[in-house]
């Protein structure tokens, strides 16, 4: 049996020279050019002009700065649903630390998620799938705006889902080694929500607490007590995260301030804990407020749902990475409580999105950390793996 160190360096050392230098160059040149939510403009451009030349007609303005192609002709039919390969653009409002020298050019943006990657992966792919004679049965997509910011439901408003059958997608992730592959026949990413909590007293002297209710140790109180929803209220059986991320208030060292803001993030698998958690959080919120003798308000946004593969779409990850990489190095529970919006895609078709193991020799660089950076193997590996994937469904989707 051939070791993982093996199998990366027979595929990355079967692809044709020049398709190897295209991922590679193609990755570093949208590094060193990161762009934000719904301002990847550069980025667009590159694409469009890689598609074009493909000989297909891209779509550009696609929910505001995305990219698609339906490649046409083929023996496909062209009434048989098209499958979505979609690949993210973004980048992240960071300063690069990385030390790499195709580090971002850019102070305060950085390309610390991997997107940078999808889009070689993404493009390189539609290179190959261009000449299959399936080539008519896909639909690429190049989303902006993952991020957070909505890109995925922008795209989808815009049409990007119409005579869309299925659609795929992938991470490089830095959480397994390259060679590893991750996927769930079921939820791999969480459901992602968003809350601010306003606690509002009458404000008064620092010296005199008794004369006012004070705002800043009921917002203290609510931070811990929120630590109870999942302690106590959700079930041991069910993964759920409550995480206060910012508290803001007061303005003097000796004032108590009138208000004090707090935002924060849940996470969650099940529909039925989704569903739970605001109204546990209102109810601790409010009543911890009262006991204190403020007033508090929840604002609760959902962001996004849960990442929730098709168990048939998700085999084929499983059968081919294992053609690909050796079963061994095929993780099939793999789950994380980050966030994803492939989650509106998979919500109204099926489909799968996997993970490829991308994390470099040295210490650990984490995804959104100022050092991130991927083992760039990983595109090739992430590139063949997306290929056999996608014609793998479209032959299912024609039976
Ligand atoms: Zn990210
Ligand atoms: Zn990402």
Not at 32 to 47: D, M, S, Y
Request: aromatic share 6%.
């Amino acid at each position: 049996m051939r070791t993982r160190e093996e199998t990366v360096a027979r595929l990355v050392g079967g692809l044709p020279g020049r398709e190897w230098e295209s991922l590679v160059a193609t990755r570093r040149d949208l590094h060193r050019h990161p762009e934000l939510a719904f301002e990847e403009r550069r980025t667009a451009g590159v694409v469009a002009d890689r598609l074009r030349r493909l000989g297909f007609a891209p779509r550009e303005g696609v929910g505001r700065t995305g990219v698609t192609a339906d490649p046409a002709g083929g023996a496909a039919s062209g009434r048989a649903p098209r499958i979505l390969l979609r690949a993210d653009m973004d980048a992240l409002p960071l300063t690069e630390a990385s030390g790499a020298a195709f580090a971002s050019a850019e102070p305060g943006r950085m390309h610390a998620c991997g997107h940078d990657g999808h889009v070689a992966i993404a493009l390189s792919l539609a290179e190959r799938l261009a000449r299959s004679p399936e080539a008519s049965r896909f639909r690429f997509l190049f989303q902006p705006a993952e991020e957070g910011a909505g890109g995925a439901e922008a795209c989808a408003a815009d049409g990007a889902l119409e005579g869309v059958g299925a659609a795929l997608g992938l991470h490089l992730w830095n959480q397994l080694p390259v060679g590893k592959i991750g996927v769930n026949r079921g939820a791999l990413m969480a459901a992602v929500d968003e809350f601010e909590i306003r606690v509002e007293g009458p404000g008064g002297h620092g010296a005199a607490p008794h004369e006012t209710a004070d705002s800043i140790v009921a917002a203290a109180r609510i931070v811990e007590a929120l630590q109870t929803v999942v302690s106590r209220e959700i079930s041991p059986l069910e993964p759920a995260v409550v995480t206060v991320g910012t508290i803001h208030g007061g303005s003097a060292f000796n004032v108590i301030p009138a208000e004090v803001t707090l935002t924060g993030t849940t996470r969650s698998f099940s529909d039925a804990v989704g569903k739970a958690l605001p109204e546990k959080i209102a109810r601790i919120v409010e009543g911890t407020a009262a006991a204190a003798g403020v007033r508090a308000r929840l604002d609760y946004k959902r962001v996004n749902r849960a990442t929730v593969n098709d168990p048939a779409y998700a085999d084929f990850v499983i059968a081919e990475a294992a053609r690909l990489l050796g079963a061994e190095n095929v993780e099939t529970d793999t789950r994380t409580l980050g966030g994803e919006d492939m989650s509106v895609y998979l919500a109204r078709v099926p489909g799968c999105f996997f993970f490829v193991g991308s994390a470099p020799e040295g210490p650990h660089r984490p995804h959104h950390s100022p050092v991130f950076d991927i083992d760039e193997r990983a595109l090739a590996i992430g590139m063949l793996l997306f290929e056999r994937v996608a014609l793998a469904a479209a032959k299912r989707l024609s039976a």
